[in-house]
């Protein structure tokens, strides 16, 4: 009787399997188990409201030939600085055992970048061009998809020393136009 027990047992927690595959996936916050996800209440007696609010945000790394979407923490609600922030800070070092990497050009200051209406306008550091083809295409993948999260903004410039440049698009033109989200839309892993 104790071997068909075991038995038994053995099969259960075979149903429960946990993937071992070495691709990175992602789950939406909403299919993330058991509040998982959820703020851990503050210890701290000095926190103010406006500091307990979080939200979380998609914010987009390169994992294979791609980019797909991370999570991140973020104040609520979530302006550019904050998503910028969490892109520059790159994946956890879980998420880059698992593959996921940044193409993004950060320079010592961060990223920098101003809203201009709908539109977020995008400093690349002035060495950007020296990046390989591919790098390039990736980090303004990266860039136009995070920012593009946000839903006041729907298109992104960039410019070099203050001036437009012209970047790529994931179709091999090229443009000095703002880009969209569609520009990219090859690359969404």
Do not use: H, N
Not at 18 to 35: F, G, H, K, M, Q
Not at 64 to 76: C, E
Not at 136 to 165: K, M, N, P, S, W
Request: glycine content about 8%; aromatic content about 4%.
């Amino acid at each position: 009787m104790r071997a068909v027990s075991i038995a038994a047992l053995v099969v259960v927690l075979a149903g429960c399997g946990v993937s071992t595959s070495d691709d990175l996936s992602t789950a939406a916050p909403e299919d993330v188990p058991y509040d998982l996800l959820a703020p851990r209440p503050s210890t701290s007696t000095t926190t103010t409201e406006a500091e307990q609010r979080i939200t979380y945000a998609a914010v987009w790394f390169v994992s294979g030939d791609g980019i797909l979407p991370l999570f991140r923490t973020v104040p609520s609600p979530p302006d550019v600085d904050d998503v910028l922030a969490a892109l520059a800070a790159g994946p956890t070092d879980g998420e880059a055992r698992l593959g996921a990497r940044s193409a993004v050009p950060i320079d010592a200051d961060g990223i920098a970048a101003r809203t201009a209406g709908p539109m977020v306008v995008v400093q690349l550091p002035a060495g950007f061009g020296e990046a390989a083809p591919r790098e390039q295409l990736l980090g303004l993948a990266q860039l136009v998809y995070t920012l593009t999260e946000l839903g006041a903004v729907d298109r992104v410039q960039f410019e070099i020393d203050g001036v437009e440049v012209p970047v790529p698009r994931a179709d091999g033109s090229v443009t000095d136009e703002p880009l969209r989200r569609a520009d990219y839309e090859a690359l969404k892993g």
